[in-house]
């Protein structure tokens, strides 16, 4: 009855109802236990169609005019799966065990060698990097859009996807892949929900769209780069703190986070981002792959409390706190270029000066913001293109360098001219205005 209750905060709170319980109240000594399923389903459809559900097909037959399919897992599963059937047609193909199966309209077979080539490529980066896949198949199903903003859907080994994927026009070599994206997204969801199924408490989104969301980015900045992911970030700042701003209740801490999407999806890969980028992209995932083999079924299942823990194990102590800052509190930035100067040497490369301002503060939740002191490491660009554009020749400069102080000035020397620089260039700091992290480099009069 839950989803027929009035949800709005506010229209709660006018009519005297009590705040909303979506989740088990969190408590962190408690231990979370998986209720797993074993799963068979015999499926009748039309004869000129095809029944796909969870689990690997046993048997297909036809009788009095019908057509049967036969359905069964090889071990246990969360609850969780759908049935559909339609007059699809097939792509399948096999790869390292894995048999890959595409189900979709005749007519709408324009992305599916995309879809294809993510399905497989993202796995072998999940495999690689979280643990093993626990089915033999992988399958994509198209259905048809039944609701509003409804996408794609993961089940155990199989996954739903409405003809919205299967049409997007990829023409344009500029924009975000959402096909590949989506993809890699879905398939992370292997992992991140179903062979590691979190336990159903504040902080659970963290541990299933937000873990998604951030698995998927790693796979599309290993197939596009940092160019593509920074168009990306635009986005999910854009949502973060526009659904921030709108939002009627305050903001939840990302690892306590319940339905904040734009907390969950946004926030939570923007701040596993960069946490990647201080201490490597080994380090977040040898995290990651501990969390799977110490949380994932039949072990207790996995609180957000555990993948921060994890989380320190691999990382240093001095950055512990930014750990704490990110997670458990609800901390921004405010990082600005200045001034920026070039002039040339004599010996042909140039020196840049660069003013620096450097602010952080944390958020109540309620839109009142308290000053904190800096005392951070922070990406500096210097470019020849716009850090979107740029290709890697393009890219004169990128180091992290220390602030302790709202204004600093640095002085750096690079090979060729440039044209443009950047305090967190890639902009995956939660800084919400953005636009002032770059500014175009003046010459010096005389150059």
Known sequence: MKNFELSNVAERRKRGLPEQETFTPFVPEKTYEYEFVWYESIVSTSADQIAITVGELQKEWQENGRRYFHYKTNQPINFSFAHTSGQYKTRKEKE??????????PDHGYNVDRMMEATKKSLAYYRENYGPYRHNHVKFIEIPRSRPGAGA???????????????????????????TFTTAHEIAHQWWGHHLGPAEIPGYSLLTEGLATFSSTMYMEKTYGKRMIRRAF???????????????????????????????????????????????????NLALSNLVKKHAYPNPQATSLDLIEELYHVTPQEHHRL???????????????????TRQLNDGRYEVTITVITKKKENDGNGNETPMAMNESFDIGIFTEHPEDAQKDQVLYLKRHHFNQEKTELSLTVDKKPTMVGIDPYIYMLDQNWFDNLKTVENITGE
Do not use: C, H
């Not at 939002?247 to 734009?262: G, N, P, R």
């Not at 750990?323 to 100067?341: H, T």
């Open 96 to 105: 390292n065990g894995i048999d890959f199966e595409f189900y979709y309209d």
């Open 153 to 179: 859907t993961a089940y155990p080994g199989l996954n739903l996807w409405t003809q919205m994927g299967f049409l997007i026009d990829l023409r344009d070599p500029g924009a975000i892949d959402q096909v």
């Open 234 to 284: 635009e986005i999910d700042l854009d949502l973060y703190f526009s659904y921030r701003g709108y939002s009627k209740s305050a903001e939840e801490l990302l690892y306590q986070v319940d339905e904040q999407s734009q907390v969950a999806y946004r926030k939570g890969t923007l701040v596993l981002y960069a946490l990647k980028e201080l201490i490597g992209e080994d380090a977040v």
């Open 323 to 341: 750990i704490d800052d990110w997670f458990k509190k609800r901390v921004l930035y405010d990082l600005k270029i200045a001034e920026a100067f």
